[in-house]
């Protein structure tokens, strides 16, 4: 926990030094009306009163488990299958079943070339099944996976997908940034995010999308995997968001419960689980739904596949709510001076010079450091 704790500081500098990076570039750029200067935000009617958010967290097998990816693709799928029919059957009618970061594909650390036949499409035949189980259910379907787009050739995307309740994609959340310098074993995260490829991200899919929020009958949502970056979630929360869904390959418990007092939200965290002989068995599953003041709503029993539910009261929530308080005028002579080590745009390569393990993006981001090349 406390290299968590030294990591959040770290965090903290590095997302407003990236932000602030891009504020300099973007001055020419015309930005739409992100965030409402009267400290409201947008909204559509609610359908209810109450939801019921619903968290489940499963054993996922690795794709490097398997011969054919196709095959452990079918074998997770069928995973999700049958805990969605699950969640459906037990307790209360879910408006909102989330997944961990990797349901369909696992965690790996294969090459790039490897990985890449580990991804999915979105959409594909995995969401083309999923969005029917969303339908048969009535709920909200939220998972992250690894994916490809042939807009996007030799990157591995890290993308969570929302499917609505008439099956079909409502959504897709890039991942906003990979955190830097966290592993131990000197690597770092090769896949793509919004921060690596910042301008053709923009180009492409508009300035709305920097930090997009869904507006649904069931209240304001977005989705993440972004890990102990507070200005990342500060942001969604100045869009609108009144549930954040996270998803997660081990996590900080803290962060979750702080980000959700922090920002005035209801937030929900689905973490992966191991299997018993895995090194990283004790850090598996805890996945939990937190509550604007920080309370903990439900909590999954360690590192056991499980569901946990809650009921959100999101129209007494939503009733006289605004956009959260932050003193950014304050301290922005100090935000102003402060640069972020990466610069924006290092993933923007053509495929073949993209980094091709977690060793090699290590090397990149030494190249282009700010820090380290002063």
């Known amino acids: 926990m406390k290299l968590f704790k030294t990591l959040a500081q770290l965090s903290i500098a590095a997302i407003l030094g990236s932000a602030l990076a891009a504020c300099v570039e973007d001055e020419a750029r015309q930005w739409p009306r992100l965030v409402d200067t009267q400290g409201g935000y947008e909204t559509v009617p609610l359908e209810k009163n109450v939801v019921v958010v619903k968290v489940v967290q499963n054993l996922v097998r690795n794709m490097e488990d398997f011969a054919d990816p196709q095959a452990g693709l079918a074998e997770n799928l069928q995973r999700m299958e049958y805990w969605i029919e699950t969640a459906c059957a037990q307790g209360s009618k ?29 959409p594909g035949p995995e969401t083309d099944r ?32 929302v499917i609505d309740r008439q099956g079909d994609i409502a959504a897709e959340f890039w991942k906003t940034r990979n955190i830097k310098r966290f592993s131990t074993d000197g690597g770092d995260i090769p896949t793509t995010t919004v921060e690596n490829v910042y301008d053709r991200y923009l180009d492409r899919y508009g300035e709305e999308q920097l930090i997009p929020v869904l507006r649904t009958e069931f209240g304001n949502i977005a989705v993440s995997t972004v890990q102990l970056d507070p200005f990342v979630y500060a942001a969604f929360a100045m869009r609108g968001v009144e549930i954040m869904f996270r998803t997660a390959t081990l996590f900080s418990e803290t962060d979750v419960v702080a980000i959700a007092r922090y920002n005035n939200m209801f937030s929900a965290m689905c973490n992966i689980v191991f299997p018993d002989d895995s090194p990283a068995a004790s850090q598996g599953g805890n996945s939990l739904i ?11 029993p360690g590192n056991n596949e499980a569901v946990i539910e809650a009921e959100i009261p999101i129209a007494e929530f939503r009733a006289g709510r605004g956009i959260h308080r932050y003193p950014l005028e304050m301290l922005q ?5 402060y640069r972020g080590e990466i610069p924006l745009n290092h993933l923007d390569l053509p495929p073949e010079q993209l980094p091709q393990t977690r060793l090699d993006m290590a090397a990149l981001l030494d190249r282009v450091s700010r820090w380290l090349q002063r």
Not at 132 to 159: M, Q
Not at 290 to 300: H, S, Y
Not at 333 to 337: E, I, L, S
């Open 94 to 122: 879910p408006d909102f079943i989330l997944f961990n970061e990797f349901p369909l594909t696992g965690y790996s650390r294969a090459p790039r070339d490897e990985k890449l036949d580990y991804t999915i499409r979105i």
């Open 290 to 300: 937190v509550g604007p003041g920080g309370e903990v709503l439900a909590q999954a």
């Open 130 to 161: 999923l969005g029917e189980l969303a339908r048969s259910c009535g709920s909200y379907i939220i998972f992250g996976s690894y994916a490809r787009d042939d807009e996007w050739p030799g990157h591995i995307l890290s993308i969570n997908t």
């Open 333 to 337: 002579p100090v935000f102003a001076q």
